[in-house]
Each structure stands twice: as C-alpha cells, then as structure tokens.
C-alpha cells in the first residue's frame, strides 16, 4: 500500500466517524421537533453544542490536513475520480472548519437549538418583539462567522451562502432574479385575465387518519424505502437523516388534503434523495449530497413536476377516492389537477403556488443581505417586510405570525439559504424536461403511475454521484446546459395558460 | 477560592459534560425501540460504539483523578454533605472507568445495539438458535469486562452487579431469596384452597386509543409531568432519560387492559423518580437514581402498592368508566381489584402476579451466574431454562419466545440486573409500610386519589436526594430498619387472603 492508499483509508474513516456525530446531531434536531417535550429545551440545546464542539474539534484535527496532503501530492490521484472527489470535498471541508474557531461554533449551535425554540414560541404569539433580542444574537454570532470564512474582497452574505451552495454569490442571484421576476409578475398579470380554477377542493374538511394514509400511499408509490425512513408530523415539514435513517416529516390542515400532500412529496423528493446515494459512500463527500439547491431540486420536482400535473392526477384520483371516500364527490381528475394549479399571491411562502412562490425567497434574498451587512436593524424587520410584500406581492401583511415569524430558517442561523430554494425550482424544471426528452415523455409514465424509472433516472444522474461534481457541473452534466430560468418559465406558461383557459 | 473550590467546579463541569453524552446516548437508545426504522441499526450500533468511547475518554480522563485527589484532601470536605456525596460517587464512577479498557467499551456498546437488534428478529421468530451466537459473543464480553472490574476474591458475577446495584452480591441475594421462594411458594399453596378472582375484565376487548386515554389520565393523575416527559409505544415499556425529558412507553394489547395499566403506572413510578431529582444537580451523582434496585421500588410501588389496591380501584373505577365505556360493564371497583391480583403461575416475567414474580427472577438469577462463570454454555440455555421453570413454576415452557428469548436484557449485556427486580418489590414493600404510618393510612389518601401526598413524601425521602447514600443507607434512613422481605411478604398475606378469601 502506497502512503497515498494508507492516507486516504485514515482520511475516510476519520471522516465516517466524524458523519456519525453530524447524524447523531440530526436525530437530535428531529426530535425537537417533532417529539422533544418542551422541558427539555435547555439540555437538548446543551447536548447540540457538546456535539458541535466535538465535531468541529474533529473536523479540524490537523491529521485531516496532512492526510489531504499526501493524497494531493499522489501524482496518480487525478485518475482515480472517486478518491479525487472525496479529497477535494474533504479538502473544502477542513479549509472551512479551520476558520471558524470552536468557541464560535459550540456557541452557534446552542444559541440555533434555543433561538428555535424561542422562535416558535414569539410565533405561536404573533410576537415578533419576544424574539427581537434573540435574533439580534443570531446576527452578531452570524456576522462573526461570515468575517471568519469571508475571502478578500468577499461580501458576508456571499460567505454564507456559499455554505449552502457552492459558488453561489449575490450577484450571480441578481442577474439571475431580476427578468425571473419580472416574467413572474407578468405572467399573473396575465392570468388574471384567464378564467380562476374552482378553488373549492382544497377546503374540503377531510379528517387527519385519512389525508395521512392517502399521502404516505403516494409517497410509497413514488418509491420512499419505509425499511429505511419514516414520516411524523411537524410544524414545520422537513427532511433529515441519511442513507438507512431518512425522517420526513409533513403536516396536516383538516381542510387542506392538497397542502398535506404537496408537502409531503415535497419531503418525499427529499427523501428519494438521500436514500439514493450509496451506502457504500455513507460519510464521505461521495455519499453527500451536493448543495441544498441541488437538494431542493429533487423535492420541488416531485411536488410540481409530478405533483401537480395533469397526468399524476389522472393516476392518483383512484387512489384519493379510496382514501378520501366522499370528499371527492363532485371533484374529477381534471378539476383536482386544475385546483392544484390556482396562482393566488399569499402571505406564507410554504403555502404559495409555483407562480408566486420565487417572489417570496426574493423577499428574503433582499432582506437578509441588508441584515448581515448590518445595513438594516432587527429592530426594523418587520417593516422592511411588510413593505416588500407590498411591493412584491401586493399584500398587506396582517400580523408578524403570517409576515416575518413565518419561518424557522433566520432562528436556526441560515442566512444565505433562502435563495437555494428559487435555484431549486429552475434546476428541478430543467431536469424535469432532460427527463422527459430522455425518457420520451414524463406524462405517459406518470398517468400510469410508472414513478420507478423516473426516480432512477434522477439517481442515475443526480442521486448517485453525492458531491462528484459542483452543482453548475452537474447541471451541466444532467441538462448539457449551465443554469437559467427557462425551462422553469417555458414550464410555468405552457401549464398555466392551459389551466387559465388563455389561448 | 481554595484549590478544593476550583478543583471541585472543574469536577462538576467535566461531570456535566460527560453526562450530556450520556442523555445523549440514552435518546438514542428511546429511538431505536420507538421509532427508527430497521434500516438504520447498523449505522445506529456504529452512533452506541462512538458515543461510549468518547464517554469513556471523557470519564478516564486523567484530569478526573487530579481534581478528585484536590478534593478529597481538603480538610473540610466532611462539613459538606453534597459536596462529599458528589465526590464520592464521582470516585467510585471514575475507579469503575479506568478499570475498563477504551476498545471494550465501544466494542460492547457496539455489539449491545446490534444484539438487541437480533435478539428482537429471533424472539418474533421465536428462533433462539438464530440469537446463540450473539449472545455467546455478549457473554465472552461480559467476562472480559466483569475480569476487568472484579477485585481480588470477587467473583465475576459480583463485579458486575454492583454497577447495578451498589453492594449487591450473590450470597446477600441467596440469603435473602431463600426464604422468600420458600414463602411465596407456600402462599400459592394456600391461595389455591381459596376463592379464585373472576379473570374475565382482564379479556374484555377495548380499543387501543381508549385504552390510551384511560392509562395517560392516570399517570397524569400520579403527577408525572408531560411538560418533562412523555409516553410513547415500544415491544418492552421502559423508562429513559433524566430531569427536563422523561421517556416513558408502555404498550397496549386489545384484550388486556390491567396489562396496560399495570406497564404504564410501573414505567410512570420510574418517570417520577427520575423527575423528583433535583434539576440544579444534574449531571452529578446528586443528580442521579441511587441504584437500579431503588428506581424499581418506585415503578414497583405505584405498579402494585397503588395500582393494585383496594383504595386506588374506588377512586379509579369512574375513571375506567369514563374512558373505558361498555366495556366497564356488569364490572365493579371491587370486582376489578380482585381480578388484578389474581395469582396464576405464568410464563412471562413482565406480565406476572405479584406473588410468582420474584420465581422468574430466581431462575434469572440462578442461571445468569452460570452463564457468566462458564459453568453453562450457551447452547444449553433453553434446556436450563426450561427445567428451571417447571422446578419454580411447575410450568411447561412451549417454545423459545415464551421461553429463554423473553427477556431484552442479556442481549444488552445487562447480566447481574435481574435481581435488583425482586429488591424493588422488597424495598417498594418496605416504603409503602413507611408510608401508611407516616402518612396516616395510604388507603385514605389512594381512595380519594390524592396522589401528591404519596409522591412528595417519595420525592423529599427518596428522589431529591439522588445518589447521596447507598441503597443500604438509604433503606435505613427512609425505613429505620435494613432491607428484608418482612414488609412485602406480610403485605402480600394480607392482601392475597382477603382476595382469595381465606379466613
């Protein structure tokens, strides 16, 4: 065995054992969500920073730096695109984790585990003023870390986002955001002179036990591994977990049935994800997943892509009307499809439809750049909110629950992460028409409820390659295309003005 | 400050730290029987493994034995009675660590996440050959392990008792069970001449979701907090996690409501002593149950002191009614008392009578020792264990599953546990006899369901005072008198005779 081989076998293992904390960490994250009584608050925020700490001290050992070193100088490590993509993530892994100093990072995460809490207690208030003082800290220790990880000449916010997505940088966003937008508001100018869905479905009052098991027999059948996940309830949905532990979580509105399932496929693509990388990469760069846009891409997919097209709908109104019995009186395949697809501008962005959604990450995007850079106070978010969404969104917002407390996201100190969710949304349309051209047609597979061979298609292409490739390559790999809003938009148009009735 | 003061801070923070590991450890140990799906196990034993080697580093840590060492020569650490409590249990946890090498310790950990794993595949199967080998490697651990504690002329089985119980021996044990399966031996004899309790409640079909409400009301009514705890389902109840974040479960068949019942208020006894120490001692022997035999007293007590009563039935009965319905019918407070201490020799420890529980320890009890000191190979267990429990129970055991693979414990590694059962029931016996009289008849208070009388007087004479003294000590102040078997079996005479109706 070379020096390079020996090297590279301590590097993934101290990095297998290193994951082994993160996804501890990740259990405990999901239990506070979803099942940690309120008392425990103090001692679970106690036990992520104990965990943070001794994940950073590993992360950071300077074994790992050495390690990197005699795998850089390998002269054949070029040939082997397996090794040279762990060590390369590795290698970005360790160069971060060395500017940010342990204090900083045990304090984060003890002030991100109780902020949270403190955050869902100010929003079951409708008290942006209780929460006030904590996300000034979040700020301060947030502004902390991006001088930390900042490059010369690099903005704060750009630091941080690029946590999430690599390469990612505000001023690509702007160029990216701004004729984004400006299609968006025209094409709801333009619906609005079309003829509105029959709305009526989604307020049909349908009891909890069956919307659960209509919406776990959809994700069963697009292929979520039950043996190695599961799916509980939340406030808020999310995904998290890897490999044989992937928990979802969704929710339920006793008149809602199509936000419960647009949620829960929306997880469920999350999910598909992290079961499709390989087992075999379990703690490694190979077996991680890419970016979180690239992540988003996979949920937004299966939750509009498939989720609200004509042909799902025409596979799955057999299935609703076996669990759902008398709620779907009155309701067909088309109308469901048809109500699914309302472009209704709204106070709460996981509530928005696909036409109106962008425009509230848009929000965010102006918001917490202007937060980080310090230009605007906590003490003035609400109003700055309040007035975008006026400006954006042309709605008046009520009250800080349904304004700027909606989201977890600032609480558990994300800045820079909101925009991964428009990049979801055109990387998951661009895939989505890869798709259909390679596999001659999503509509005929999904009206037959054919979900296997696109799921492998995506990890085929997406799933299994974990951190190979940056996410402009792998889009340019999958898509034969750098990123842009396109296909998302020829998407929108070509499904809208056919709901819309516009010629 | 002196050097004693800084050194005994120090004690205590590194203590703290060590135990959010612990807590740590223990969620996910909840979440292995609760809800992680199978998929996860083997990364969840790999989780087990690392969690307790970094405990185990933290606790051998040699600054441990300095600080100890400051503390334990200052002249005025006897005036302090917490601090000398404190420091004496952190001796004793600290000599119990370094007698234990790191490897041995994550590879035990390790192999108790997997074996419980197939120790639970093979009982479904009822299939003890399929779990022979895990446990043969469990118990050649074991020996290592009990090899490394044991002090000169202490026998394995010793060594490893005490960690349960401290002070426990098998010769102790063999004194005090004698008598005692001799007694209880003859009492069965004599219930058999009296009138046998109708059993027919405990058959009535009642659904899950009542059977519940029913069970969560009274434990709620003990005064266990679900605001630091809460209930959920597992193949074994049991009872998990310290101060803000008690896990209990319990588990519910259709036909056996006292089943659940009886599960739930014993795994709500253990979460009320768990939630009776004192928060402020966290993380420190103050801060934790003094042994395992004295944390089942507590179960044992509400379980069967309370739950089995008289004066507890009066108060219940419209309870059960409420919640129970029709099923409550042509039954009465009085019928359903004598039906919960119906005495019937069976074959499954967890769901036994009062009166021939402590028979399926002794057998536990006898062949654990074996098992640990060579004398029996594991492939003979189900053998052993059969001939045991026709010569303690005159029963014939059927197979495996209602045999030698009922029990989690071996497959867990927890040899010598077993017996600190029957010093719970002994010790429950003994406070509830305290109690009466100090609390001027416990049937009073139990018929009017003033349970926090009871409760507050277990918690200021039991659980605030955490590991302050020995069990033996313990037992002594609370009671006046050493432990025997005088209060449980004159409690078991009186209240069997009057069952079954002997004069």
Redesign the interface.
Known sequence: MSAADTAYDALLAHAR?TS??G??SA??AW?QET??????????S??MA??AQ?QHERATDSRVDAWLATCEADPHLAQDGDRLANVRGLRRDYERATKLPARLVSELAELESKAQQEWADARSRSNYRRFQPWLERMIALQQQKADCLKKPGQSRWDALADLYEPGMNAKDLRTLFAPLREHLVALRRKLGAGKAPDESFSRVMIEEPKQEAFVRAVVAAMGF??????I?RSAHPFCT?T???VRLTTRFHKDNVLDSLGSTMHEGGHGLYEQGLETKN?GTPLGEAVSLGIHESQSRLWENHVGRSAAFWKWCWPLAQQHLGAACQGYTAESVFRTANVVQPSLIRVEADEATYDLHVMVRFEIEQTLIDGQLGASNLPERWNELYREYLGLQVPDDKNGCLQDVHWSCGRFGYFPTYTLGNLYAAQFAATADQALGGLSQLLERGQFETLREWLRRYVHVHGRRDTPAELCQRVTGKPLSSDAFLAHLDRKLTAVYQIA
Do not use: H, I
Not at 35 to 44: I, S
Not at 225 to 230: E, K, N
């Open positions: 054992e082994l904390l996804s501890t259990l405990l239990d099942y940690m009584p309120r008392g425990a608050g103090e001692v679970r106690q036990q104990l965990l001794l591994d039950f043996q190695r996940g599961r509980d977990g490999g044989g532990d379990f």
